[in-house]
Structures are given as C-alpha cells and as structure tokens.
C-alpha cells in the first residue's frame, strides 16, 4: 500500500500541474485571440485603399511581440510538465518490482503435459467468459482433445449475467423458472429479485404503463408474499408516485444501476452453488493468489539472497513461507500436525494411529521407538506399521 500511496502522490502532482496548465493556458490563448481581434478591428476602421501608418506598423510589431512572449511561456510550462509526467515512471520502477523472473520457475512448463494443463484451464477460462472463438481456435491450435475441455455450464451463466448488465431479464427468468423448486430450498432471494426488476422495468413506461404493472405483479408476486411480504409493500407503494416519476420519489433507489449489479452478483453467485461449480475459474483463482502471494515472496527472496541461501528453494514443489489467503480461497480442509506443527503435503499426509489420533508421518517417524510407538495424546501403544494415511 505504501507502494501505491507513493505512485499515486506523484499522479496528483501531475493532474494539479496539468490542470495549472489548462486554465492557464487558455487565459493566454483568450489574450492573445482579443489582442488579435482589436487589431483587426483597428486596421478595419482605415481606408482599405490607404497604406499602413507607422503608428499602425508599431501596433502590429508590439502585438506580435505580446502573442510570441505569451506563446513562448505556454510552450515552457509544457515542457515543465513533461518532467512531472517523468517522476510517475520513476517511481513506478522505484516503488514496484518489474522483473518477477526470482520468483519463479523456467522448468515447470518444459514438459508436455503441464504445456497441455495450462492450455486446458486457458481454455476452460475463455469459456467461462462467454469467449467461445477464443477458446475454440486455442483449442484447434494447441491440439487439446476437444471432447476434454466441453464448455461448461458456467458458459450459460455468464452469457446470462451480461444479459443482466444489459438490462435483459428474460434468460435469467427462464432459467430461475427452471429450477425454481432448488432456489426455494436453499431459501434463495434470486427469483424474487429478478421479479422485483422487471416490475421496477415496467413501471419505468410512466402512468400507461400501471396496469401492466399491476397484472404483472398479481401473476408473479404470489409466491413470494410469505418471504417477501414488506418488500411487495413497498412495490405496490411505488404505483402512487407513477404521475411524478419514481426517479422522483422516496422510492428512486429501486430503479438505481446497484440493483441491478446487485442481482447479477447474486445470480453467479447462487446458480454456481447450485449447479455445484466455482464462481470464478480456477485461471482466475490462481493468478488472484499468485498476486497475493508475490510481494511476500519478493521480500523473501530479496532477503534469501543477500544471505547467500537461494538454493534452498530451487526445484521445491511448496513456498517456503505460509501465504495467507482470502477464505474465499480455501477449497479444501487443511491437516495441520499437532507435535510438529507442520501443514500436511504429499510427502508428509496425515496418518491415523489405531487409537484414532491422527499426525503427520513425520511426527510417526520421531515417535517411533523401533517396533513401538506410543501415542502422545493417550497412553495406548502400538506399532507403527498399523497406522493408516488419511486423504483429505
């Protein structure tokens, strides 16, 4: 943040001077086109067939003397501000890293079949966003297996969520419409959302419109009445200001652009969780983690060097450091031990002891005393051989 808070002090600068310079600028070019206009008036005044006066000649000399000295100042206050607009990039380069290369690994994507994974979630990512050309010549030119990267569903749920941005309800209806019965279980709000729009649609057609507000509002708000009863209240309380405008009224904030950003979130959201995918693809979710996880890593590298220890981290499958992510981020349960105080991985999962404690095969290790190990929780022996991997 303190990064973003230095870069962004040398922008203010720049959008202070420029903005310096605009007024002034045209104040000088206002002068000098008034300067040029009473001259222009003043030799008008004369006999067009006359020659030009002496006194006129020194009019004309001291005008042009005052439009050069003006323009001359205009030129080098624009100068000046090219060497502001300099220190922005200046304090980019100082502020932030460029070269992300010491953090990462040249060897991961050197074999075929990681080449191949990353193409797959590319693709796969292209089609979440509704980039069906992209994803398909991506496809045809990397040589993935079609039938193994089919389009999601999550294809149609992103095509709809435009269709929302838009201003377009119908395909979200009718996919609320088909799974109505599954929303109501999990006692979702979309349905009666998606509703409550295209009323507010509806009544946006002014007083000729109310009574298909009205017929529109007895055929879908039925349903909704035990859950949602104040809220079809206050609907219905939108009808008296139809001669004002709602825009006009204690009720404008219905028809504001968050409510429909609102519901669109919640579509994704809630079609997602029911259709049982991830909101955001899986492309996504590492490049947000990746960046999350980059300035502690830089740090770390930084400090890694300076004592001579970078080869500790070459060629190792885990950061060498904790990164904390959003929960948002965390798909899976995560096994902890609790003699070594370790997170569990491949090469070192939890183990079950016939006991029923569980440890890492680490801790197994230490504990075990030839043939005995000896739970440190309980005083049951056993042999270490009868302990079982557990998969999270």
Known sequence: MDSCAAVEKEVEKVINKFSAINDHSQRIIGDVISLIEKLRSSIAEGNPDSKVTAGQVDVLNEALSKTKDKLHRLTTEHRDL???????????????????????????????????????IMAQHFYRQGMDDVADALIKESGLPAEDIMPEPYAELHRIWEAIHTGNLAPALDWAARYSAELDARNSTLEFKLHRLAFMQILNGGVQAQTD??????????????????????????????????????YKYLTAPEMWIETADVFLKDACQLLGINKDSPLSVIVNAGCTALPALLNLKQVMMSRQVTGIWNGRDELPIEIELEPDNRFHSIFACPILRQ??????????????????????????????????????????SDAKLIYF
Do not use: W
């Not at 219905?236 to 200001?241: A, E, H």
């Open 343 to 384: 997170q569990s991985s491949e090469d070192n999962p939890p183990m079950k002891l016939l006991c029923g404690h569980v440890i890492s095969r680490d801790a197994l290790n230490k504990l075990s005393n030839g043939p005995i190990l000896k739970c440190p929780y309980c005083p049951m022996e056993q042999c270490p």
């Open 213 to 250: 507000a009205i017929a529109y509002a007895r055929s879908n708000f039925a349903k909704f009445v035990r859950r949602f009863e104040k809220d079809i209240q206050i609907l219905m309380g939108t009808l008296i200001y139809l001669q004002i405008g709602i825009h006009n009224s204690p």
């Open 82 to 120: 090219h060497g502001t607009v300099s220190k922005v990039g200046k304090a980019i380069d100082r502020n932030f890293v460029a070269d992300f290369t010491a953090t990462s690994r040249t060897d991961v994507f050197q074999t075929e079949r990681n080449v191949m994974l990353l193409n797959k």
